[in-house]
């Protein structure tokens, strides 16, 4: 595997010179930028979680997309709508940062249609209530802005700069969220008991978001030390459970899990893991919604085929015409 061909910081004694020096310029800070020398594994294992990010934000426009037309109001209406243009916008700085290594934005796609790239576990569950915009926005883009803060200081300089700002609208996605959590935890019995139902399905999926126990993650340890990754899946998880406990407390909400105790001395929650069986049937394609999910990307992509022909057809036409223009002013 690409990963073990090559070496880690643990064992740097077996490094060609290029490598090293490459090692020493990420562990000295630096960025690496697109057409600078890079080891193949790097390169791959960028394209594969910027790709897999890129998919996650735009297969995560579908379970939120589903209520922009049934929003209760005009302005949670607006405002939802923004939200997943956003993400939208999040998905083509990431391809475009991808491209950058030599990927082309067809072969992502063809990797996400055929099953072969993966995108977030958490968008293979279904949004039923109103209350699941709010658990969506606080939750997911909660769990999503904790693991994608320390990524703005990624070594890959494309991918940090494209963080920096996918961070400020996560910030604005998840305040949004937490906005309908308190309305409705402060409405009616009915309305605080939808928000405490959405706050029971989506928390354990939440906790997924960061990725297998530490132990099972095959990536982390090569990842960590090329800084494609900053943290280990279980420290962001324990981080994102520590911020947001109080945060349901603030709500009046309980947060489902029988074994969560507080730590005077670590500062830290105890929780319960989630399942991991589940997680991993996710992944695999085998959760809820991802026949779903995946037809639905597959669906726009066919029905847009007219339209980027059209684009091509325009783009080339006008190459066309400068390249006339400029000969004519020879
Ligand atoms: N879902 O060795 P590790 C958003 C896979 S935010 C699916 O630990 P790694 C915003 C993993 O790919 C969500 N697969 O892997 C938004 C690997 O399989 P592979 C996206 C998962 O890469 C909000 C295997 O398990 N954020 O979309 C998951 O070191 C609302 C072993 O795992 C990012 O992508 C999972 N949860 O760590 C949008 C952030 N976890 O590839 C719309 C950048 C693990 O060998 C609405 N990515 N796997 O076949 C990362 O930080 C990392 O890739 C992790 C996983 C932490 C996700």
């Known amino acids: ?54 998919h996650s ?34 998905g083509l700085y990431l391809y475009s940062a991808a491209e950058t290594l ?9 990797a996400l249609h055929s099953g072969k790239m993966k995108y977030s576990s958490i968008f293979n569950y279904p949004t039923l209530t109103w209350a699941d915009m709010g658990a969506v926005g606080w939750l997911v883009d909660g769990a999503a802005i904790m693991n994608q803060v320390p990524l703005q200081r990624t070594s890959y300089g494309p991918y940090s700069r494209a963080m920096i700002r996918i961070c400020k609208e996560e910030s604005f996605h998840q305040r949004q969220g937490y906005a309908i959590m308190m309305k409705m935890a402060a409405g009616t019995p009915e309305q605080k008991e939808m928000a405490q139902d959405a706050l029971n399905r989506f ?26 990754k900053m943290n280990t899946n279980d420290e962001l998880r324990q981080k994102f459970v520590n911020e947001t406990v109080p945060q349901a407390e603030l709500l009046g909400l309980t947060v489902p899990d029988e074994n ?34 995946l037809q639905a990307r597959r669906d726009a992509w066919s029905e847009g085929e007219w339209f980027r022909d059209g684009l091509t057809a325009y783009a080339e036409k006008s190459a066309k015409r400068r390249a006339a223009a400029a000969l004519a002013a020879e």
């Open 203 to 228: 928390w354990y999926p939440a906790l997924m978001m960061f990725g297998p126990s530490d132990k099972d993650s095959v990536h982390s340890e090569q990842s960590m030390a090329w800084k494609i």
């Open 260 to 293: 969560l105790t507080y730590d005077e001395q670590t500062g830290d929650y105890s929780f319960s893991e989630p399942d991991w069986a589940e997680f991993f049937e996710v992944i695999k394609g085998n959760g809820p919604c991802n026949r779903e999910r």
């Open 102 to 110: 030599g990927v082309t934005r067809d072969e992502l796609f063809e």
């Open 57 to 90: 934000e735009i297969v995560g426009q579908l379970p939120e997309g589903n209520w922009i037309t049934r929003a209760p109001t005009l302005e949670r209406k607006a405002i939802l709508l923004a939200k997943v243009q956003d993400e939208a916008g999040h």
């Open 1 to 54: 595997m690409y990963a073990q061909m090559v070496e880690s910081e643990g064992n740097r004694g077996d490094l060609t010179a290029q490598e090293r020096a490459f090692q020493d310029r990420i562990d000295a800070g630096e960025k690496i930028e697109p057409k600078e020398w890079m080891p193949e594994g790097y390169r791959k294992t960028l394209i594969r979680q910027m790709g897999q990010h890129a």
